[in-house]
């Protein structure tokens, strides 16, 4: 790995060198970490734009799911059945849309654009390094992705389309090529893509765990990190640990595909009415393996990977919430505590999505106990928000809309869980789209808005100009209203026994007066959509011809704001500064202003007090 | 962790800072040293060995549930195993007389005990196909039973992982030839010899999950 650190070479000449430094090896295979950020979220935003297009095919299926869509068919010939005039979607083309759409978003999208976007642009500016620790080692991890990004996107382009067994890959549908038209080259694609992450967010990982643990600024104890950086650290933690899981996982499959063992296989396959016999045409091929297996494993991932996407979130919240209603962070080290108490419990609950696999009643009420233990933890986070906002003078930019909507979003995504934590409401519950109105609100909604906010937030340090505050005010708004609108009808639809990843719901008679409901959100979701440009022009816009920014627009106090908007090469022209104090110096009657940033020494009355009281005070 | 690893931030090492370290002269990062300073090179290789337990801790609740299916046939291991055993860990010993040889100021002593180092390890991957082999012609292969299945996935990776030993190893000869370690400075020695010791490791624990447990 010292072949991987970077030599010398570059800090000679600084200045020139870097003005001469070719266009190829500054922007496409940099190893800055601004630069690599940046693009892993771009990389992340076109990915989302996919995935999106997908969600909107979906939801015409499910308002309208007999219509003749002439248009669509013309354009996805694949996906519909156009002869003798039909444009009426394939079953087959509506799994395959629901399995990439949940893989897009979940890990090209939502788990990349909070984690190795935002991470990479803000863990050396907030622990006030010049570069990660790996700076090579970071490059390598973006074209990694990249790879996996082309492969899954080829996908939909080989053999019979792309994977369509779920984004959860369970066997048998995974595992047997001919299971369904998607199982073929497709899923073998989506194996490979998903070894393609998993690499990449190792060797992230990797960086950002020892990055911050190594390479923080004098002054900066664990307990003066700003929240986004402890979310950073923990996620980073998280991935390195429940990953692996995943990866022996894909390995036993891929032996399952394609060399005939049997892990995940039961006895007794029978394929189009033919059973599956092996080479001496009397046994089955695939004898005693355990389709439960592969559930455990992914789960273990899996519930990891949901507190993957939602931790950064959370810590933007708490950096963006102090910043606009400039008061302190209520309860610092309870915020602290409560994260490592999520990501500690996330690695125990994984059976809360297999109560109906028919697991034992008491390991599954195990599972519900430890589930519904989060809801301490998480508790202590909105309670802390609240206290925070609490007779607060509330300056509200659109930063602030978005961290208020993730408040907002896991209050009500968090509620449902408490219902399905619970192993005797989930028989009812499991599967339906009551499922899917949860994980929409808390997972990918606050995720969404976290990175939302992140965005019009740190923009400044991303492109060294501001977003538009009235296009960012309209795009949350609009976004906001329609968010729920799509997602919060799913919740009552459940309820009333609508299964999710089904093709035609009008088949079952029960679900028939439960139509004006699906039009509905279709309708919200189409709106919800179509806002999404609102975000691009506004993007680009601002990128090129946004206001230009001053040092600390929003009068923050971390460590990002003591240097240019954008920071030059090495993020500090000169040394790098030095840490006294904690993130969240707002409103201190003791100082004429209203905000002391992190790098500003104490003052001779406050050198007084910390002698008096020890250590602790400033410690926070 | 040995005591090498949380050496204190008196070398300018050359990872810290990473591009644009700084200003020329400087520490690699100006004023404000870093708190708190394990080497980050090595604090890196830990924690990737720490994911790749990982994995094999998912294989090992996986070999342990499939166990419990009835169809589990065991596997008798071949004898040859346990010769390629005796010869990794022969492997990770002329090793550490390598490293020893270069703490004792002997940089000179060093490549003999490296190069024998990786032809064991180069004999180890050559005794695991023949133990493939035996095991084939004996009527064993990887699909017959579960517990097949098992052993030739968590070899083949395990052998996997030595091959890129191997690379790293040809890396290390190289430098290790040209004096490029001197006796403080052992670092890419010693990150070496952590990937070389656990792969002993793993394979000692994989032969325990698989045959004696
Ligand atoms: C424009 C916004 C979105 C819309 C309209 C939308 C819509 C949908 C719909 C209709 C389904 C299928 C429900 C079913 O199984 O019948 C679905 C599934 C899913 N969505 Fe979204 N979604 C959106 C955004 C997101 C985001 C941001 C994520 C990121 C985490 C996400 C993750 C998922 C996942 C994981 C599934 C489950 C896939 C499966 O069960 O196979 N969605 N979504
Ligand atoms: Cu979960």
Redesign the pocket.
């Known amino acids: 790995m010292t072949d991987m650190a970077h030599a010398p070479e570059a800090h000679a000449a600084e200045a020139h060198a870097h003005a001469e430094e070719a266009f190829i090896w500054k922007y496409v295979f940099s190893k800055n970490h601004r630069v690599i950020g940046i693009q892993y979220y771009v990389t992340a935003m076109v990915m ?1 734009l996919v ?2 297009l997908l ?2 095919l ?2 015409l299926q ?1 308002a309208w799911p007999q219509r003749d869509w002439g248009v669509l068919a013309k354009l996805f010939p694949m996906g519909y059945d156009v002869g003798g005039g039909f444009g009426v979607m394939r079953p087959e083309f509506y799994a395959m849309l ?2 990439m ?3 897009i ?2 890990f090209f ?2 788990s990349t654009a909070p984690v190795s976007g935002f991470g990479n642009i803000l863990i050396p500016l907030q622990a006030g390094a010049r570069d990660m620790a790996f700076p090579f080692l970071n490059g390598l991890s973006y074209w990694t992705f990249f790879v996996g990004c082309v492969v899954i996107l080829s996908s939909f382009f080989v053999g019979a389309g792309a994977a369509a067994g ?3 890959a369970y066997p048998p549908l995974s595992a047997l090529k001919g299971a369904v038209p998607g199982s073929e080259t497709g899923q073998t694609f989506w194996i490979i893509g998903m070894v393609f992450f998993i690499a990449s967010f190792t060797m992230g990982g990797l960086n950002f765990v020892t990055t911050i643990i190594n390479l923080r600024t004098k002054g900066l104890t664990p307990l003066r990190m700003p929240m986004t950086l402890w979310a950073m650290f923990l996620v980073a933690v998280l991935g390195l640990l429940a990953f692996p899981a995943l990866v022996a996982a894909c390995l036993m499959l891929i032996f399952d595909r394609h060399f005939g063992t049997s892990f995940f296989l039961p006895t007794g396959l029978v394929l189009n009415n033919v059973p599956l016999l092996g080479p001496d045409g009397k046994t089955f091929l695939h004898q005693g393996g355990s389709p439960l297996l592969w559930q455990h494993l992914f789960w273990f991932l899996g519930h990891p990977e949901v507190y993957i ?1 939602m931790l950064p979130a959370l810590g933007f919240t708490s950096d963006i919430l102090v910043t606009f209603a400039r008061k302190p962070l209520f309860g610092y080290k309870s915020m602290v505590g409560a994260l490592w108490a999520i990501a500690g419990l996330s690695f125990i609950v994984w059976g809360h999505h297999m109560f109906v696999s028919g697991m034992n009643p008491y390991l599954g009420m195990a599972f519900a106990v430890g589930t519904i233990l989060i809801a301490v933890p998480s508790a202590v986070k909105v309670f802390n928000w609240l206290a925070t906002l609490r007779g607060a003078r509330i300056r509200f930019n659109t930063p602030m809309l978005w961290a208020v909507g993730v408040v907002s979003l896991f209050i009500s995504g968090g509620l449902s869980g408490v219902w399905l934590a619970q192993s005797a409401p989930d028989i009812q519950l499991h599967d339906t ?1 009551f499922v ?1 109105a949860h ?2 609100l808390i ?3 606050a ?2 808005f976290g990175v939302f906010g992140a965005t019009s937030y740190w923009f400044p340090k991303m492109f060294g100009r501001m977003m538009n505050d009235t296009l960012g005010k309209a795009h949350f708004w609009f976004t906001f209203v329609t ?1 729920y609108g ?2 919060f009808p ?1 919740h009552y639809i459940g309820i009333a026994g609508h ?4 093709y035609d719901p009008y088949q079952y008679e029960f679900l028939k007066p439960l139509q004006p409901i699906n039009q509905l ?1 279709t309708i919200s ?1 189409l709106i ?2 179509s806002s ?1 440009i609102l975000f691009f022009v506004n993007f680009f816009w601002s990128a090129f011809a946004g206001k230009k920014a001053t040092e600390n627009p929003w009068q923050a106090n971390g460590l990002e704001w003591t240097t240019a908007s954008p920071p030059p090469h090495g993020n500090w022209p000169g040394p790098i500064p030095e840490v006294h104090r904690w993130p969240y110096e707002y409103a201190n009657p003791d100082f004429p202003k209203d905000h002391v940033m992190q790098h500003e020494p104490l003052t001779a009355a406050e050198m007084e007090v910390k002698a008096a009281e020890g250590p602790s005070r400033h410690e926070h | 962790m040995s005591t090498e690893v949380l050496r204190k931030p008196s070398r300018p090492g050359p990872h810290r800072g990473g591009e644009g370290g700084g200003e020329p002269g400087g520490d690699g990062n100006g004023r404000g040293g870093p708190e708190v300073f394990f080497d980050p090179g090595r604090f890196g290789l830990w924690l990737f060995l720490a994911t790749l337990s990982m994995m094999f801790v998912g294989f090992t609740s996986a070999y342990m549930v499939r166990r419990l299916a009835p169809d589990w046939t065991p596997l008798r291991p071949p004898g040859l195993l346990w010769i390629n055993t005796a010869v990794l860990l022969l492997s990770s010993a002329t090793l550490e007389a390598a490293r020893r040889r270069l703490r004792g100021w002997n940089p000179a002593g060093v490549s003999p005990w490296l190069t024998a180092t990786g032809a064991l390890g180069a004999l180890f991957v050559a005794g695991q196909l023949a133990a493939w082999r035996v095991l084939a012609a004996r009527g064993y292969f990887l699909s017959g039973s579960p517990h097949n299945s098992f052993f030739y996935m968590l070899s083949g990776i395990h052998g996997l992982h030595l091959l890129v030993g191997l690379v790293w190893f040809a890396v290390v000869l190289v430098k290790a030839r040209r004096l490029a370690y001197t006796p403080g400075e052992a670092d890419g020695l010693g990150m070496f010899a952590t990937y070389w010791h656990f792969l002993t490791g793993l394979w000692i624990y994989l032969l325990l999950l698989l045959f004696v447990l």
């Open positions: 989302a995935a999106g969600a909107m979906i939801r499910l629901f399995t759409h949940g893989t978003m979940v999208v939502l779920g984004w959860t996407l789209m899917a994980f929409h997972m990918a909604g995720a969404l968010y799509t997602f799913m299964l999710r990843r089904i959100i979701a919800l959509g999404q």
